[in-house]
């Protein structure tokens, strides 16, 4: 495998909340009493099943509570042994999923600072991705300006399967904010599961789930450029965290022969479809879907055409590698110093 160098930025970590209750001291009184009164005691998607082999690797299972609750198992399972200057700290509980827009502006909000207090404040290393509750752009934009006040939240998180195409021109005033206010926006692997995770309907297993959310990021990609999201926000960055990687090249293949064949349609879409990925897209490393021979993997570098898009990242606690093989075999040394070190600076302005 390709060396692991010190100083590296792990652009998704996945801090987990150990039940509802824990954001009890967050929530305002009337919601405290929601809570309290309705019996709620969590929520949790089925994105990553808590049996699945998948959800955490082995030696990171912890012998009580929830993987990734505990910042000491971080810190001695990622940020010490990959000597980390940075990790980005996504937290991927369920509160896009509820269906009230003031429950999930409240839910949002009590997690935004649960990270903080509970994660930011106690290790310098930790940076912060700004939870938003995407059933309302109004209180979305409200705690993206709340949040950002804290220069420790570097970006703004959403999820790759919610209600509707990203690039809708009701969202961009999401948008508008974080560019703004320096926050590429991280569309993360996962569903609210309002509709069914695949565009054909619902499948019968975990692994159809999984599988797909690749397809949902070429049509969320897709819909951001052809409705001219960049065009209108030009310096705006997008990172799809656990988006894979190999899918890339021919994605952009058959997007650009059909941007070619009806641009007349879209005339804001002044640019190539590859070029205004190059400039405002980035994609997390993990989970790699890597080919076996490292000549293959070079070339599947040489037709993205730029070593500008991949960002280090170990999915902890998930089960994507073992050991500190986090980097694919064939990768050269400064290939690897752009992933771990200089794209993750170019991409998030806050964390100079």
């Known amino acids: 495998m390709a060396s692991l160098i010190a100083g590296g930025v792990d652009c998704d970590v996945h801090p987990a909340v150990p039940h509802l209750t824990s954001l009890l001291p967050y929530l305002n009184d009337y919601w405290r009493d929601q809570v309290t009164t309705r019996g709620m005691v969590d929520l949790v998607s089925q994105s990553y099943p808590k049996n699945s ?10 012998e009580t509570g929830k993987p990734g609750e505990s910042l000491a198992d971080m810190q001695r399972h990622v940020l010490e042994p990959f000597q980390l200057s940075c990790a980005i700290c996504n937290p991927l509980y369920g509160v896009q999923m509820v269906f009230s827009e003031d429950m999930q502006a409240a839910f949002c909000r009590a997690l935004n600072d649960w990270l903080v207090k509970e994660w930011l404040d106690r290790d310098s290393r930790l940076r912060g ?44 005033p999401i948008y508008e904010a974080a560019e703004r206010l320096d926050l590429p926006v991280g569309i993360h692997a996962g569903s609210a ?3 069914p995770p695949t565009a054909v309907g619902w499948g019968s297993y975990h692994i159809e789930d999984y599988v797909g959310q690749a397809q949902a990021f070429q049509t969320q990609l897709t819909s951001l450029i052809v409705e001219g999201v960049f065009a209108k926000y030009p310096r705006l960055k997008m990172v799809m965290l656990e988006s894979g990687v190999s899918w890339i090249s021919p994605y952009l293949w058959r997007l ?75 990768l050269t040394p400064d290939l690897v110093r752009k992933i771990m070190i200089d794209n993750p600076h170019a991409t998030y302005p806050r964390l100079t």
């Open 193 to 195: 599961y309002h509709n």
């Open 129 to 172: 991705s700004i939870v938003i509750p995407t059933q309302s752009v109004e209180k979305a934009v409200a705690e993206i300006e709340r949040c950002a006040a804290d220069r420790r939240f570097v970006q703004v998180l959403m999820l790759v399967m919610g209600d509707t195409p990203l690039g809708k021109r009701a969202l961009w």
């Open 53 to 62: 082999p998948i959800m955490v690797r082995p030696d990171w299972r912890p």
């Open 256 to 330: 650009h022969k059909f941007w070619r064949g009806v641009r007349m349609e879209t005339p804001w879409v002044d640019r190539a479809p590859l070029e205004i990925v190059r400039s405002n897209i980035r994609f997390s490393l993990q989970p790699f879907d890597a080919p076996p021979e490292p000549e293959t993997l070079i070339r599947l570098f040489e037709h993205m055409q730029s070593d500008e898009l991949v960002l280090f990242s170990t999915d902890y606690p998930h089960w994507q590698f073992d050991g500190q093989d986090a980097l694919p075999e064939g």
